[in-house]
């Protein structure tokens, strides 16, 4: 059976507020964990009325203290924003109090627009060959301390933290190839050059100390519920939010709207349905041979699988559905 794990922005659904948002999200990853996924992601993104998970580090400890199995980690944190050294230290602390479980996905865009950019008061004009020199940097904090080293992580040096390499394009799946890391890719919202960039991962790994053979995860959107019309109808809080997105008009996560696809003008559908094609949108049976068309298409390893539901219970059912989908999808898949 393909691997499933859960990537969660924390939605914030209009009529609700961001506390609620994160006691939603630990409540999913307790669900997530009964029903046997393997991870837990939550995202950085900044200046998003709609996505509570900001503080990334922070929320995952939130997260991580009700739970006792399932990984967490960061899916991921956009290391343009940071010193290396705070993010090694964040996530060494979360390692030190949850061993063995913790996974840091390492992204190079900002997570949020040019105003917020500035305010976080980084250099907007850095070269790109400043990531690669930034995540070997941070990997470095993990390892054991050297005799005379002048700087270290504490906590985070000699812990076990699994790094990953996250993109949208061709550029992290070369990198992640380079550096032996695993690779994860957004194509739950960009799903342009997944082809490529699994190909090129593939072809150009090489194995490290980390990871001995290639692992690609591809992120995919899944809505499940009783019926394909239930789902399709619940699937609208997420086209709506993409299309405001897009829009300019960014806000909290829209309740579900009947008619809205039929609305939709023919530029806003075409964005929809380039941005939003590795969707799973259905009932019970559509998911599941859903879930198996696109891993026979894909040959992921694993499936990062994200829900932007606007009822909570909703959401929680949806995962469930999935869970069964999985363990009734053929082998062959």
């Not at 709506?240 to 008619?259: I, S």
């Not at 939709?264 to 964005?271: E, H, T, V």
Request: aromatic fraction near 6%.
């Amino acid at each position: 059976m393909i691997t499933l794990s859960v990537l969660d922005l924390s939605p914030i659904p209009e009529g609700s507020d961001a506390g609620q948002a994160l006691r939603n999200s630990a409540d999913l990853a307790r669900h997530a964990e009964q029903l046997g996924y393997n991870r837990f992601w939550m995202a950085e993104h900044h200046n998003m009325p709609g996505i509570a998970s900001a503080a990334t580090a922070v929320a995952l400890a939130h997260v991580a203290h009700g739970t006792s199995r399932i990984r967490i980690g960061a899916g991921g944190v956009m290391l343009p924003n940071h010193a290396p050294l705070l993010v090694a230290e964040q996530f060494g602390t979360l390692a030190a109090l949850h061993p063995g479980r913790i996974d840091l996905g390492l992204g190079r865009a900002p997570g949020t627009d040019g105003h917020a950019a500035q305010a976080m008061r980084r250099n907007l004009h850095a070269d790109v060959d400043y990531f690669p020199r930034d995540v070997m940097e941070l990997l470095a904090y993990f390892e054991p301390v050297q005799p005379g080293q002048a700087v270290q992580a504490v906590p985070g040096a000699g812990l076990a933290v699994e790094a990953w390499i996250l993109g949208s394009s061709t550029y992290g799946a070369q990198l992640a190839a380079m550096m032996g890391l695993p690779y994860a890719f957004a194509s739950h919202f960009a799903p342009t050059q997944m082809r490529d960039a699994v190909e090129i991962y593939r072809a150009r790994f090489r194995p490290s100390a980390r990871l001995a053979a290639p692992h690609v995860m591809l992120g995919v959107n899944v809505v499940a519920a009783a019926t394909d019309a239930e789902a399709r109808f619940l699937y609208t809080s997420l086209q709506q939010a993409f299309v405001n997105l897009r829009t300019g008009r960014a806000g909290k996560l829209p309740a579900p709207m009947e008619g809205f696809a039929e609305r939709l003008d023919p530029r806003a559908q075409a964005m929809l349905d380039n941005a939003l094609s590795c969707s799973i949108v259905g009932g019970p049976e559509t998911v599941r041979r859903g879930l198996a068309d696109f891993v026979a298409r894909t040959g992921a390893d694993e499936l990062m699988v994200t829900a932007q539901i606007h009822d909570h219970a909703a959401r929680l059912r949806s995962f469930g559905i999935l869970a069964e989908a999985r363990a009734a999808a053929p082998v062959a898949a």
